[in-house]
């Protein structure tokens, strides 16, 4: 059973930056495209990077190209979301998600950042809070 935990949030003033981390543990742990969302209190939530496994590469929301970096380390099992220069607005729960890539790349391309629903795996977030 695969299982993910975030965690590095906080509170920060606006414009700092954050690094956020994902712990993915469980059987072919490293076959999994990893995900980040957000979400905003009262709102859906948010794709906003995405990395594939073995090399497949990484898939970015453009709300967030230039200002976020998604980077994995499959000898610690963990996937980090380096969030830079961040407003109020980006106040919320940030949460890491996997899904099984048949092929490296497969998970993470197109539209998947679109839906939710495209990661079956979830973890419990981490809550990022920006204000000064």
């Known amino acids: 059973q695969l299982r993910l935990g975030e965690s590095g949030g906080g509170l920060v003033q606006p414009g700092e930056s954050l690094r956020l981390s994902c712990v993915v543990s469980g059987e072919a742990a490293d076959y999994y495209g990893i995900a980040w969302f957000w979400q905003a209190p009262g709102k859906e939530r948010e794709g906003s990077a995405c990395?594939?496994?073995?090399?497949?590469?990484?898939n970015d929301a453009d709300s967030v190209k230039g200002r976020f970096a998604i980077s994995r380390d499959d000898s610690r099992e963990t996937v980090y979301l380096l969030l830079n220069s961040l407003p109020v607005e980006d106040t919320g729960r940030y949460y890491c998600?996997?899904?099984?890539?048949?092929?490296?790349?497969?998970?993470?391309?197109?539209?998947?950042?679109?839906?939710?629903?495209?990661?079956?795996?979830w973890g419990q977030g981490t809550q990022v809070t920006v204000s000064s």
């Open positions: 998600a996997a899904v099984w890539e048949v092929l490296a790349g497969r998970g993470c391309r197109g539209s998947a950042l679109e839906s939710s629903s495209s990661f079956p795996h």
């Open positions: 990395g594939s496994s073995h090399g497949g590469g990484t």
